[in-house]
């Protein structure tokens, strides 16, 4: 085996509160293609920031071809040979191709720009990635695909001896993925190390030929692609032992149907690099678990169905009737709420207080013109603090001083005042503490009780197996499987998940 | 379309509308279509079009300068006074006023890029300061005596029987082709034209962001005191009130040009366009001899909003894909 091209050891890196990076080794070879996987808050991200120099880590050490470094900024990152592409492009849109290729680096004398070099250079280092294209064209005029393969072209014109691409065919079409594909193995065979991040894992076990799994800050382990099926892969990326595959039947029993109209019915939803057509029925009383590795289309579902982006196909029905949901207004009016995953930045107002981070949703949605009376106000905010016990010194006290489970449980309030038919709840638990956690998911099971359809997305398998009375899996943007009832398992959802060749999809 | 031709669109749109303004009034207007009449559109405009390609710079680095018109008016009654009521050499006077402009404009930049202010903000805070230096040094005009401001200001380069260039006009013209330069043939104007396009980015690959920034505001100080030396020859005297409303006049000069206000995309070219078209409408109207003044304002007005819109298409067309 040959001595490895890129070494990190012992790599550390703490966070006001949080370890983000706790003991990481990181070996890219030289001529490999080596995926980098784990679910949120694995450290993938500190660790590619530490490599390009936007953070220092804390202890240990990496090495570039035996030499230790330590870059202490992006441009001396790549000086060194370490270039990164990112998911979303990093070059200028409103200039050409050409100029984008050499900004900071072009030809020429007496301190003016020899345009015909520049041209030339800029053809040429597109023609190593076997790419031709016109270089005078603007940029922000070609798809994202081109973008990206011309900011690898520039990456790659500094000398570059480890390729990082973070994610970068997260809104990729099938056709552009394996037109990048191509140059990846092409610059492979240059004998490039070429770390790649994606939460696909057809497209980890397509190309790479390395696997390196973090959770939670640590290290997992480094495995050979061959070597490491899906399920197993799956199972270290959620930290979840494996069990071996029941033997029930995978295609789940279909509990007796229900028999009352679906509240919310989707038809062929989709949206271009979010969502592949899905279907998808909500009824009365019931808990829909949404579950998927990150990046599968969760969220993505949760935001077109809300209204949040524009879907480009797809019918939606509300209790029966064709529903026009164009953005959140239309779909509050309709019934329906949306509990956003990220508290801190689409949930609360964190200098307002409690009653009024509470009322908010009602009041917008009775408007402007007809002010929900201060007595009405104190009386909704009671009875809510009351029945979701929320700890708060009272209904003044800015949301902010609450913990993250009481602020999350403001949040639920401020949707249920609105009274709505349908919630969707996306990883309602994230960040509270366990005993918050217990209250919302019985939170969960009153809400199904009193005839509410919630829909519920959760990265932990347990919660979605705990509180789902049905359960779809989504996988790459695709509905891959839908259990319910007792058939909702740990093991089955995981097998759903994991996809590859034991799917029965 | 071929894609260089399209990005060039707003460019050529300018043209046209300068060439459709023109060969109108040429040919209602007898005698428009004459060398001293073009010389005029660069003598009567000389200090807008100074101030504009400083502007055109600053705009395409994604930032705006509100002080230009009070450096100009600074400019105007700080040489005026300096020369004649305390005798100071007209040259060292010059040389004075210029780096005041210029010592501004990168203290601006500096503000602007070290403490993340609004460029709107910091330039206007630049504006009331220069205006009322301005006012402070005299509130009245002071008429040039000295004989070298005087045969400056009366010089002409002949270059027709009837026409000739003034001093500001020239000095316009080497301003234009040197903003040209900087922008188009300078790693430091595509480095402006890169932060207007996307700061983040500009950072990532490695760009002096901040000395680029400094500098930029720190040459449209320069390129306003310049302007403001072009008007007070042009006037033969020095003036607090110079230059009021100018900036507004040279952001229009500059986005009728083609340029976006946003910055990120732009061309000089576009600038001189502009400012042909101010002076077409200005002279025409001064050839009717029916139209109110207030006409020039009017149709410069709706230029804009053309302008605006047709690079809002533009730019929309560009986004959906």
């Given amino acids: 085996m040959t001595a490895p091209l890129l070494t990190l050891s012992g790599l550390g890196k703490k966070f006001p509160g949080v370890v983000a990076l706790d003991g990481v080794d990181f070996n890219v070879r030289a001529g490999e293609i080596h995926a980098l996987l784990g679910e949120n808050g694995a450290g993938k991200s500190t660790l590619i920031k530490v490599l390009t120099g936007v953070y220092e ?21 790549e000086r060194l040979g370490l270039s990164t592409v990112y998911q979303e492009v990093n070059l200028v849109a409103t200039l050409s191709v050409a100029e984008n290729l050499c900004l900071g680096r072009q030809p ?34 070609l798809s994202v695909a081109l973008q990206q393969m011309v900011a690898i072209a520039r990456a790659l014109d500094l000398q570059a001896k480890v390729l990082i ?37 057809d497209q980890v076990y397509a190309i790479c030929d390395r696997i390196t799994v973090l959770r939670n800050g640590t290290l997992v382990g480094e495995y050979a692609t061959a070597d490491l099926p899906r399920l197993a892969l799956v199972g270290k990326m959620l930290g979840r032992e494996i069990i071996a595959p029941e033997h029930s039947p995978l295609r789940a029993t279909t509990a007796a149907g229900p028999v009352t109209a679906p509240i919310l019915s989707a038809r062929s939803l989709s949206r271009t ?20 590795l990150l990046g599968s ?3 993505e579902t949760a935001r077109l169905l809300f209204g949040l982006d524009r879907r480009d196909t ?45 009322i908010i949703a009602l009041q917008a949605r009775q408007g402007a013109g007809r002010p929900l009376r201060r007595s009405e106000q104190e009386q909704l905010c009671g009875h809510y603090i009351r029945a979701l016990r929320i700890k708060t010194p009272g209904p003044e006290t800015p949301i902010r001083n609450l913990s993250g489970g009481n602020q999350q449980k403001v949040l639920l309030a401020r949707w249920l005042a609105t009274r709505p038919a349908l919630i969707i709840l996306d990883e309602p638990t994230r960040g509270i503490d366990i005993g918050a956690k217990a209250e919302i998911e019985q939170l969960i099971a009153q809400l199904r009780a009193d005839g509410l359809a919630v829909l519920f997305i959760s990265s932990e398998l347990d919660e979605i197996v705990r509180n789902s009375t049905r359960a779809v899996v989504l996988r790459e943007h695709r509905r891959v499987a839908e259990f319910s009832g007792d058939a909702i398992t740990a093991p089955r959802l995981m097998q759903a998940m994991a996809g590859g060749h034991q799917s029965h999809e | 379309m071929s894609p260089a031709l399209q990005r060039r669109l707003p460019l050529f749109a300018t043209a046209a509308v300068l060439a459709a303004l023109y060969v109108t009034a040429g040919l209602r207007y007898d005698n428009f279509f004459s060398a001293r009449v073009a010389v005029d559109f660069f003598t009567d405009n000389a200090a807008l079009g100074i101030a504009a390609v400083g502007m055109t710079l600053v705009i395409f680095s994604g930032g705006i300068d509100l002080s230009v018109g009070a450096v100009v008016g600074f400019t105007s009654i700080f040489v005026a006074t300096l020369v004649e009521k305390h005798h100071v050499h007209p040259a060292l006077a010059a040389v004075a006023a210029l780096a005041v402009g210029t010592v501004l404009g990168a203290g601006m930049g500096a503000l602007i890029h070290f403490f993340r202010q609004p460029a709107f903000l910091i330039t206007l805070a630049g504006m009331f300061l220069m205006r009322g230096g301005a006012f402070w040094i005299s509130t009245d005009s002071t008429g040039l005596a000295h004989p070298l401001l005087q045969r400056l200001s009366l010089w002409e380069l002949p270059l027709t029987e009837k026409a000739a260039l003034k001093m500001s006009a020239l000095v316009l013209l080497a301003l234009l082709a040197l903003g040209g330069l900087l922008a188009h043939w300078t790693r430091f104007g595509r480095n402006l034209l890169a932060l207007g396009g996307n700061e983040s980015s500009a950072q990532l690959m490695g760009l002096p962001v901040g000395a680029t920034r400094v500098a930029v505001y720190a040459f449209s100080g320069l390129c306003a005191a310049l302007a403001g030396l072009a008007l007070m020859l042009n006037s033969g005297s020095g003036n607090p009130r110079d230059g009021i409303g100018l900036e507004l006049d040279a952001i229009a000069v500059v986005v009728i040009g083609g340029t976006l206000l946003s910055g990120g995309r732009g061309h000089m070219l576009g600038t001189l366009l502009g400012l042909l078209i101010f002076g077409v409408i200005q002279s025409a109207i001064r050839f009717d001899g029916s139209l109110d003044p207030a006409w020039t304002r009017l149709i410069i007005g709706a230029l804009l909003l053309g302008f605006i819109l047709l690079q809002r298409l533009l730019l929309r067309r560009l986004v959906r894909r």
């Fill in chain 1, 57 to 77: 880590a804390d202890v240990g050490s990496i090495r570039l071809a035996g030499q230790p470094i330590s870059p202490a900024s992006p441009k001396e990152a």
């Fill in chain 1, 108 to 141: 020429g004398r007496f301190g003016l720009l020899n345009w015909p070099a520049l041209r030339r250079h800029a053809r040429a280092a597109l023609a190593r990635l076997g790419l031709e294209l016109d270089v005078d064209a603007e940029l922000g005029s």
């Fill in chain 1, 165 to 201: 691409l973070d994610e970068p065919t997260a809104s990729l079409d099938e056709k552009e993925v394996a037109d990048l594909f191509a140059i990846m193995r092409r610059l492979r065979g240059e004998g490039l190390g070429i770390v790649f991040v994606t939460h696909f894992l």
């Fill in chain 1, 273 to 292: 690099g979010a969502l592949h057509p899905l279907d998808l029925d909500l009824h009365a009383g019931e808990v829909l678990g949404l579950a998927g």
């Fill in chain 1, 297 to 299: 289309g969760r969220t």
């Fill in chain 1, 314 to 358: 797809g019918e939606l029905q509300v209790k029966g009737q064709s529903a026009r949901i164009r953005s959140p207004r239309d779909a509050i009016a309709l019934g329906l709420a949306l509990c956003s995953e990220d508290r801190k930045t689409e949930g609360i107002l964190p200098n307002l207080s409690v009653r009024e981070n509470l």
